[in-house]
């Protein structure tokens, strides 16, 4: 290559963005063959370090997250912050997803293998909370990540990621575990996906982001966009319902992708929840009202940016009318779903209403209204009849239904038991290939060890072996075993050639490591 092509990339972006990307993914591979070594105290002592790191700080960065971005609420972000650090501590602290298993029966022992490297695409909706997150559940899991956050929120999320690594190193983790990007590009983020040193993409953000990660030759977990319809039919607990939806739209300004998008009420009971909404915090728009909302937030369309993350009262306010103190939602109701924009994703506290003849028309427009948009993300119903919700779940397209809950918190997993996650996989009718929460049990693979089920074949005892202490007994050391079993036997010495060999290894990788990197800064600043 010529000198001038990548002195022109290092005019335009900084440094070369391939040879930043190789940099930092060389430095993970080193971490990561570090942390594969490690036995399950250790990893424990630096998750909790980091865990509580993370819960230390999450009023501050909640903070510095709404000042940065200008989205959400600052006390709903201390929630997320606590539930994706010492939350996701008490949810999986007693996993173990480091340790060997054997199944005797089945005559098969289970190896635990870490994806390696993670690189992390987070967002600027969420941005610290999903930092902590996936942070977090690369150090559960024994692997390397790279942080590459939201241009719109890299200061946040950049000192967060710090602030869990530094715990993490002090409690014993590899130097260079947790890293993150600074200076966010779209070549620099494509060199870090592409390259064959990233193990997995984690794409939490936007469809285009999403799309490119699946599309960047590295095995990728991504999510779809959400656009959640919430049924509440007429045996609903109507004030409980109302309550619970409003508080979820609320939330962080429905920052949250699983918030409630359309509310679908069947007749009989639609003005009964309308007040019952009214009583629990929304503000009910009334046509002239629905119609200023609606022009001023789909100028052409399409969603407009300035809403999202904003409060009730000053997107009203840009559309033309106020509300009264109190009131956290808009509620529009329409009435031609097929026509009308208000059917879309918000992430804004205003929430589209539409009455239907009864629950089955409820569930097939849920489903016509999911293929326009959220296709494969999340829905909700609001019932006690056992057969509309089986119905519900078994026709709308959506891979996880939330019941008699808020949609933000009980699709995400923080007010049910599904996994707790800011991950949402939308499976295959959403072209994800993650069809539920992500959890830490993604990000670690399994080689199973599985022997001749023929009854003569014996299986081994392997209790008290462990991946990270195992290896080949040596030829002296197997004829010490044997000679000592013999009367008069002596026992011989180890052979050491292994760990000669493996220090030869070793060397030859830190050789080829600084070459690596000589190049690197060699080509970024002269070709």
Avoid at 226 to 235: E, K, M
Wanted: with cysteine; proline share 6%; hydrophobic share 45%.
């Amino acid at each position: 290559m010529s000198a001038q092509p990548a002195q022109a990339r290092a005019t335009a972006w900084g440094p070369d963005p391939a040879a930043q990307a190789r940099t930092l993914l060389e430095r993970a591979r080193w971490a990561a063959d570090e942390f594969a070594s490690f036995d399950r105290a250790r990893v424990d002592r630096i998750v909790r370090a980091a865990a509580q790191a993370g819960h230390d700080n999450a009023a501050r960065y909640a903070e510095w997250a709404v000042q940065e971005t200008g989205f959400g609420v600052v006390v709903d972000k201390i929630t997320k912050n606590e539930a994706c650090s010492l939350g996701l501590l008490a949810r999986y602290g007693d996993e173990d997803h480091v340790s060997a298993r054997h199944d005797a029966d089945a005559k098969i022992l289970e190896v635990p293998r870490p994806a390696g490297v993670v690189v992390a695409l987070t967002p600027s909706t969420n941005p610290v909370s999903t930092v902590y997150f996936k942070v977090m559940l690369a150090l559960m899991t024994r692997n390397a990540i790279v942080i590459s956050p939201h241009p719109a929120a890299k200061a946040a999320s950049a000192d967060a990621a710090r602030t869990l690594h530094a715990a993490a190193v002090a409690a014993g983790a590899p130097a260079d575990v947790v890293q993150v990007v600074d200076e966010p590009t779209i070549p620099l983020v494509d060199a870090l996906i592409t390259d064959p040193g990233c193990s997995i993409v984690l794409a939490t953000g936007g469809t285009p982001m999403v799309r490119a990660a699946y599309g960047s030759g590295n095995p990728a977990l991504g999510v779809g966009p959400g656009n959640v319809p919430v049924l509440v039919d007429a045996t609903a607990d109507l004030v409980a319902a109302a309550q619970r939806i409003v508080a979820s739209k609320a939330f962080d300004n429905s920052l949250l992708c699983t918030n409630e998008s359309v509310l679908l009420a069947e007749d009989s009971i639609a003005a009964d929840l309308l007040r019952a909404l009214d009583k629990a915090g929304a503000h009910v728009c009334d046509p002239v009202e629905r119609d200023r909302l609606r022009a001023w937030l789909y100028p052409e369309g399409r969603l407009r940016t300035a809403a999202i993350g904003r409060d009730a009262a000053w997107i009203a306010e840009q559309a033309g009318f106020r509300i009264r103190p109190g009131k956290r939602v808009l509620v529009a109701p329409f009435e031609r779903p097929f026509e009308e924009p208000l059917t879309q994703e918000k992430l804004c506290p205003v929430l589209g209403f539409h009455p239907v003849s009864d629950a089955a028309h409820g569930i097939r427009l849920a489903r016509l209204l999911l293929r326009r948009g959220g296709r494969g993300h999340s829905a909700a119903i609001h019932s006690s009849d056992r057969a509309a919700i089986m119905a519900f779940g078994a026709n709308v397209e959506a891979m996880r239904i939330s019941v008699n809950v808020g949609a933000s918190l009980g699709s995400s997993g923080f007010e049910t038991n599904l996994a707790p996650t800011m991950t949402i996989g939308t499976g295959f009718v959403g072209r994800s290939s993650l069809g539920e929460n992500l959890e830490p049990r993604h990000l670690v693979q399994y080689t199973r060890v599985a022997y001749n089920r023929d009854a003569d074949v014996a299986f081994d005892d392997f209790t008290g072996l462990q991946p990270w202490t195992a290896r080949p007994t040596s030829p002296a050391a197997r004829t010490a075993t044997h000679d000592t079993a013999r009367p008069g036997g002596a026992a011989q010495t180890p052979d050491s050639r292994v760990g000669r060999q493996e220090l030869d290894l070793l060397r030859e990788e830190i050789r080829r490591l600084v070459r690596t990197e000589l190049q690197s800064v060699l080509g970024a600043h002269h070709g």
